[in-house]
């Protein structure tokens, strides 16, 4: 499974445009982007997933440039519902995959 | 329509007690997770299972953890002799079909401490 780095904090503040970047240099031709969104006392959640170019839904975009050894998750104007855990996984999207998560980047967003 | 749920939410048991989570996945659900999730670290795997059949149990991290599904549905992690470094939120995740991708679904954890 290909390694992934992402800052370990951000801060923000509520209604600026927040870009979380990845590092995935060993990323393998099959692979694909997940995110995921961890609030405090809950389970993550499955924010968004791409393979290449930009894909973009209700609650964030996702960015993957042409060689695809890194993504950006962009959340535009975030509020201070926005402060959570954001995780960047790399894998294999067929058969059985276990999530590998890892210690991800801690978005705490103020007034 | 509900989610995972997880139960109880707490637990706190003595070192060498023993412990069962349960976890209610999605109905229909057919594969479920199971995450250990240590303060400030990401989830870390633990087990899977197909149905009722575990496939994968490689990220128990020791004999004395053992889990079951024997119906496919409800799911039960159990810990044997607890001891203080298995202090952590064990989190289950269900996951509708194989090869649905990445997301998969998670219950509110459970936050075991052992004293």
């Known amino acids: 499974l290909a390694k992934t780095t992402q800052p370990i904090s951000m801060d923000s503040y509520e209604g600026q445009e927040v870009n979380i970047t990845c590092s995935h240099n060993n990323i393998a031709t099959n692979d694909y982007i997940t995110w995921y969104q961890q609030f405090p006392s809950q389970g993550p959640r499955f924010i968004i997933q791409?393979?290449?170019t930009k894909v973009t839904n209700e609650v964030a975009s996702l960015f993957i440039p042409a060689d695809r050894k890194s993504s950006t998750l962009s959340l535009p104007r975030v509020s201070l519902s926005d402060t959570a855990v954001y995780y960047c996984?790399?894998?294999?999207?067929?058969?059985?995959?276990?999530?590998?998560f890892g210690t991800g980047t801690r978005l705490l967003v103020s007034p | 329509g509900a989610g995972v749920s997880q139960s109880p939410r707490y637990k706190v048991a003595k070192r060498g007690q023993d412990v069962a989570l349960r976890c209610d996945p999605i109905s229909g659900h057919v594969s479920l997770f199971w995450y250990q999730q240590a303060l400030g670290q990401g989830p870390e795997f633990l087990t899977y299972?197909?149905?009722?059949?575990?496939?994968?149990k490689s990220g128990l991290p020791s004999d004395r953890f053992f889990a079951e599904r024997p119906e496919g549905s409800v799911s039960t992690l159990k810990i044997q002799r607890t001891q203080q470094e298995d202090s952590a939120v064990y989190l289950c995740?269900?996951?509708?079909?194989?090869?649905?991708?990445?997301?998969?679904?998670f219950g509110p954890g459970t936050r075991l401490t052992v004293t």
């Open positions: 995740a269900s996951r509708r079909i194989e090869g649905a991708g990445y997301e998969q679904y």
């Open positions: 791409g393979y290449k």
């Open positions: 299972f197909q149905n009722e059949a575990q496939l994968d």
């Open positions: 996984l790399v894998g294999d999207d067929s058969g059985f995959q276990k999530l590998v």
